[in-house]
Every structure is written in structure tokens, then in C-alpha cells.
């Protein structure tokens, strides 16, 4: 079992729908971030989570609404969403925000039709 | 701000052949530097790191040395395989205001053939 499960792995919506990506990590981490992975551009951070706390919310559209229940599971819910949303979505966890590196999960593949 | 900056891509080589692939970072202070690598259809994986100016990360064959006088954190293998193919990504974290968040070079896809 790897320490940060992410699912769906893959996941098609409509953009009238809405869905949830679901992140758990079980390396006792206090710290869970959401990533965005898109075509030929730079990792984009979204949201960050220390102690169940949102602490960074890098711009982010509100179509897009993360949710901390304990320092072990992280979501993101989607609604509405656009066809520009389609990308791999990417959960990290970390230990106090230290330097010592995130272990990331294996992502969700998002397609938006 | 902090930023970095890696060679693009993508890179092809034969197997056996040396690897470099350049990074060179921008930050204030002693920013602690990483390479992950992405694997087809998987999430980052944490390659190596370093910490302090001279430091050296060594991984799996990889290594990269943290140059401050240059601002660099090129990765090196001697000899590549096949299953080194995988998109290399630099990265920083800098605890300046509070925040550890890491900052991604765009990567850089490396392809080995036999």
C-alpha cells in the first residue's frame, strides 16, 4: 500500500456535474496539499492543509473546494466545471511543512466533456 | 520570488549514455533543492535532495550536488536504463513567511532507448 492513495484514478465528468476527489495518506503527516498537473505547464499548487487548517489558497476558482476531516483524508469536491479543468490532479502530504519533501499520491487523470 | 528554471525537453539517449540534466534556481537565503521523478501514469516521487550549500543527494544512481555559488542542482547519472525513462523535476522549498511549499521547475522528459 503506498502512503498516499489518491481515487478515482481516472475520472470523466460533464460540466454540469459534480464530483469529489478523494486523497488518504497514512504516513501519520500533519500537512496535504492539492496539485494541478496540466499539459506542458508547470506544477500548479492549489490548496495546502496544515493541522486540518486551510492555510494557502493559491487563486484558485471556487468551482473547486477542498475539505480537511482530519489530517488523514483530504477531498476536492468539483462542480461546474470546464473543458481548461482537465488535467491530473495530485495530492501530497508532508510532515510540519518541513524540507524534508512531499510523497505524493498517484493522481486523478480529470477529463471535463 | 522563488523559481526554477530546468532544461527543456524533451531528452533522448541510449541506454548506457552519461545523463545531465540542467537546473538553476532563483531564492533568497538557503532554499533546501529536490529532483522528483514522474513515472508514466504515476504521481512525483521524491528522487533526492539537499539541504545546505555543498551537500550532495545521491538516489538510485542519480546524483546532485547543491552549488550556491552558481545556484545550480544539475542531476547526473553515469550510465542510464531503459526504466530511467520518466519526466525529471527540479524543485525548491524556502521557509521565507511562513511557507514550505515547493517550487517546480516544468520538467524535463527523458526517453532511453536500447
Known amino acids: 500500500e503506498t502512503g498516499v492513495t489518491q481515487t478515482p484514478r481516472h475520472l470523466v465528468m460533464g460540466m454540469t456535474n459534480k464530483k469529489s476527489l478523494k486523497c488518504e495518506q497514512h504516513l501519520g503527516h500533519n500537512a496535504m496539499y492539492w496539485y494541478k498537473q496540466s499539459a506542458k505547464k508547470p506544477l500548479e499548487l492549489m490548496f495546502v492543509?496544515?493541522?486540518?487548517?486551510?492555510?494557502e489558497n493559491n487563486s484558485v476558482p471556487s468551482r473547486f473546494s477542498p475539505e480537511c476531516p482530519n489530517s488523514s483524508h483530504l477531498f476536492l469536491h468539483l462542480h461546474t466545471l470546464q473543458p481548461e479543468d482537465s488535467a491530473l490532479y495530485l495530492c501530497?502530504?508532508?510532515?510540519?511543512?518541513?524540507?524534508?519533501?512531499?510523497?505524493f499520491g498517484s493522481g486523478t487523470r480529470l477529463t471535463v466533456v | 520570488g522563488n523559481s526554477v528554471t530546468q532544461m527543456e525537453g524533451p531528452v533522448t539517449l541510449s541506454e548506457e549514455a552519461f545523463l545531465t540534466i540542467n537546473c538553476t534556481y532563483t531564492?533568497?537565503?538557503?532554499?533546501?533543492l529536490f529532483w522528483y521523478v514522474q513515472y508514466p501514469g504515476e504521481g512525483l516521487q521524491l528522487l533526492l535532495k539537499?539541504?545546505?550549500?555543498?551537500d550532495k543527494g545521491s538516489n538510485k544512481g542519480f546524483e546532485a550536488t547543491y552549488r550556491k555559488e552558481t545556484t545550480s542542482f544539475h542531476l547526473e547519472k553515469g550510465s542510464v536504463q531503459v526504466s530511467d525513462s520518466a519526466v525529471y523535476f527540479c524543485?525548491?522549498?524556502?521557509?521565507?513567511?511562513?511557507?514550505?511549499?515547493?517550487?517546480f521547475g516544468k520538467g524535463t522528459k527523458l526517453s532511453v532507448i536500447p
Open positions: 501530497a502530504s508532508s510532515q510540519d511543512r518541513q524540507s524534508y519533501g512531499y510523497t
Open positions: 539537499a539541504t545546505k550549500a555543498d
Open positions: 524543485a525548491l522549498t524556502y521557509s521565507g513567511a511562513g511557507s514550505y511549499q515547493l517550487t
Open positions: 531564492a533568497t537565503g538557503y532554499p533546501s
Open positions: 492543509y496544515s493541522l486540518e487548517e486551510r492555510v
